[in-house]
Structure formats: structure tokens, C-alpha cells
């Protein structure tokens, strides 16, 4: 990752680990930071758990990017931070979020857990922040780890002792439930037992989400807000699909994930590929940017539900939906609403999370189920390129 970023990286057990880090150490409790509503719900509690108010951007409705122009001006001496998403792979305009943050004196933190190896202004996502984090569990598939990366070399001693502060220890049933967890699930595949698996783990209380965000619980969040920082106040929300979050990783952990991050200049080859043959469809957007090897792309039908329901019945789950955005989901008691939520809310509703690497499957269930192409969003016109 120092290869690819060409700056000091630290390994953590998990992005959101990585992010609560960078937050704590560039951020004074209280501060504000813009982020994007259209993002993981885990992302917004890391941003409460480390004591900052969330400031939720207007969107461009095509690729879910900040809208650089549509923030308000007198906005920006309020912040005292901007985290981009680069939602998907599809990069935010993070040079000119860069000029802006410089201008206000302010750091920027780039999330590029869906953008290793997406390039914006000549530059790797993630070589353009004060500190930037990455996903293992995403385009490397290692269901854990992440990166932390800065700037500033001479950081990496004091963002590495933030790190063993809050780490917790590793534990052996968490390393072992680690090591077993592909090979249960290449037996569930193979049994064909998917919905069955999902109907049991349902009952015993394991899954966490019922819908596509998880439930709120506002008063209890107001009192972890009102604990912030604190991660151990803020565990229920930020641990949300992965409890592991922010234990040291063992021997066995470590090794699976070097041996899948071994291999991500292949996976990046394929998604690649999968990206241009699904931009390619009636129901891909014009990309502003060039072409990226996305970690979903999204595509835009009339009824996405439909489309969804098809997809199941072929076994394919479609995942990483963001919707509602986060300012309808959290409402003013836990951020700034954004000063325009239409292009937000058009994306959230309309787009279809495609997993490039099984581009063709995906398109030909589009096909034979007749999904429609969703109309342009308010006064963009479907122009294709
Ligand atoms: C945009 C984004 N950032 C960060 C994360 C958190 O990554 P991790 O699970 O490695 O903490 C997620 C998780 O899905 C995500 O979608």
C-alpha cells in the first residue's frame, strides 16, 4: 500500500478503526466534519464516536460525489473537517475538496474502502489527504483489515501508538470463527442452503439489520453521544457486521489477508473489466471521470425492488444500498441536514449496487426480467457518452 499510495501507511484491524484514529487525532471533540449521506450507516457512528457533529453535503446525482459547488459558502468556515467516500470506487473531486480545505485551514480525510485503485487528478484516491483509510474487506475480499495512511511521514509514530491505545486483544475463538467462516460459507453455497442459513441466523438474534439501515435506537445513541469519544460507549453502533473491528489480528488473520492482497492487481484487472461491459448497458450513467475498476457500479432502473427480487432468485444478493440518506435516516438530533438533499435522495432511491466481477450474470437477469432503464434525475438530461 506505501507502493501504491506512495506515503507512510499503518495497518488496523478494520477501515472504520483506521477512520475513529485519524478523526481522534486531527479533530477536537465538537468539531464538524462534511460528509456524504449516501455512505455506510458505520461510518456516520464513527464520526459521533469521536465526538464530532456530522455535516451531511449535497450530492451530484450520478455518481453520489460532494457537490463541491452546491456547499454553501459561509459553510466552510464552520467545518473543521472533510472525509470524502468516493462511493463505490467512482472518486469524489478530491483536488478541489483539497484547495478548499486548504483554504479553510482544515484536514481532509479520504475513505477510499471502495476505491483501491481508483485515480483522481493524476493521484491514487488516498494520496490527496491529510489521512487517508482503506478496506481489506471490500475489492481484497479478506473479510477484515484495513490501512491507515498519512501525509505527513513524521506522523506514523504518533497515529501507530493511537492505535495500540485502543486496540483490544486479540481473542482466539475470534481468530478461529475467522479462519472457519469461508469454509462454512462455500458449504452453505454448495448445499444450496443460503436462505435457510439466513432464516436460522435471523432467529438466533445474529444479524444486526433487518432493513438496509440499522435500527437507530435514538435515545440510546444520544446517550453514546453524549459519552463521545468513547469507542467501548459507542461499540453497539460502530461494530455493526463486524465485531472484530478493532482487535489485534492474529498470525492466522494476517495471513489470509497478505495472501488475498497478493492477488489485488488481478481482482482489479477483472472489476475493471466488468465495470466497462456494465457501463456499457442502457441502464449505466454517463461517468463524468474516467473509467475506474469499481467495487460496485451502480446502475440506474425504474424499480429497483423488482430488480433486486430477480436478482435473488438467482442467488445473486445485492448489497452496500445506502438508502435513505443519512440526514433522512438520523435526523437533526444527530447531524447537520444537508442544504439540498435531492440528488442524494435520486441516488439512494434509484441506484442498483453491481458487483463488476459478475457483470454478465447481473445484465442478463436485467434482460430477461425486462428491467427498465430509471428516467433522468430532475434536470439532467440522459445523455450518453
Ligand atoms: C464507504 C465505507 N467506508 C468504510 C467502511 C468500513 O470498512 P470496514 O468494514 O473495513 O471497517 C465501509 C463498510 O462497508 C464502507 O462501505
Known amino acids: 500500500m506505501r507502493g501504491r499510495l506512495g506515503r507512510e501507511c499503518v495497518y488496523v484491524p478494520s477501515c472504520r478503526f483506521g477512520l475513529f484514529v485519524a478523526l481522534r487525532h486531527w479533530c477536537p471533540p465538537g468539531g464538524r466534519v462534511l460528509m456524504s449521506p449516501v455512505n455506510d450507516d458505520v461510518i456516520f457512528f464513527v464520526v459521533l464516536a469521536a465526538g464530532l457533529r456530522p455535516v451531511q453535503a449535497p450530492l ?24 470524502t467516500t468516493n462511493l463505490y470506487g467512482n472518486p469524489d473531486d478530491t483536488p478541489r475538496l483539497r484547495a478548499k480545505c486548504d483554504a479553510s485551514g482544515i484536514p ?8 483501491i485503485g481508483s485515480e483522481v487528478g493524476g493521484r491514487p484516491v488516498g494520496a490527496w489527504g491529510d489521512a487517508s483509510v482503506f478496506s481489506l474487506s471490500k475489492h481484497v475480499g479478506a473479510q477484515a483489515g484495513g490501512f491507515l495512511s498519512c501525509a505527513d511521514p513524521g506522523l506514523r509514530g504518533a497515529l501507530e501508538e493511537t492505535c495500540e491505545d485502543l486496540l483490544l486483544p486479540g481473542r482466539l475463538t475470534a481468530e478461529l470463527a475467522y479462519a472457519v467462516r469461508p469454509y462454512a460459507e462455500a458449504a452453505v453455497r454448495g448445499l444450496r442452503l443460503r436462505r435457510a442459513a439466513w432464516a436460522t441466523m435471523r432467529l438466533l438474534g445474529l444479524t444486526e439489520r433487518e432493513g438496509i439501515r440499522m435500527p437507530l435506537r435514538p435515545e440510546a445513541l444520544a446517550g453514546a453521544v453524549g459519552a463521545a469519544p468513547d469507542l467501548a460507549a459507542s461499540d453497539p453502533w460502530v461494530r455493526v457486521d463486524m465485531h472484530d473491528y478493532r482487535l489485534r489480528s492474529g498470525r492466522l488473520r494476517l495471513g ?3 495472501r488475498r492482497l497478493d492477488r489485488l492487481d488481478e481482482v482489479l484487472a477483472a472489476c475493471r473489466a466488468g465495470t466497462e461491459h456494465l457501463l456499457s ?14 467495487f460496485r457500479v451502480p446502475l440506474f432502473v425504474a424499480d429497483r ?34 442544504p439540498d438533499p435531492t440528488g442524494a435522495r435520486w ?18 437477469v436485467l434482460e430477461e426480467s425486462g428491467a427498465r432503464p430509471a428516467g433522468a434525475p430532475g434536470g439532467l438530461e440522459p445523455t450518453r457518452g
Open 108 to 115: 481532509l480525510f479520504e475513505d477510499g474502502a471502495h476505491a
Open 60 to 83: 451530484n446525482p450520478l455518481d453520489a460525489s460532494i457537490d463541491v459547488d452546491a456547499v454553501p459558502d459561509d459553510l466552510w468556515g464552520s467545518l473543521s473537517a472533510v472525509l
Open 347 to 364: 441516488f439512494a432511491r434509484h441506484a442498483l449496487p453491481v458487483d463488476p466481477l459478475r457483470a454478465r450474470q447481473v445484465v442478463d
Open 281 to 294: 448497458t442502457p441502464w449505466a450513467r454517463p461517468v463524468r471521470r474516467d473509467p475506474q475498476p469499481l
Open 256 to 258: 489470509r489477508i497478505g
Open 305 to 338: 425492488d423488482a430488480a433486486i427480487a430477480a436478482l435473488a432468485r438467482r442467488g445473486i444478493v445485492v448489497g452496500y444500498l445506502y438508502d435513505p440518506p443519512l440526514d433522512d435516516y438520523a435526523g437533526v438530533g444527530f447531524t447537520d441536514l444537508s
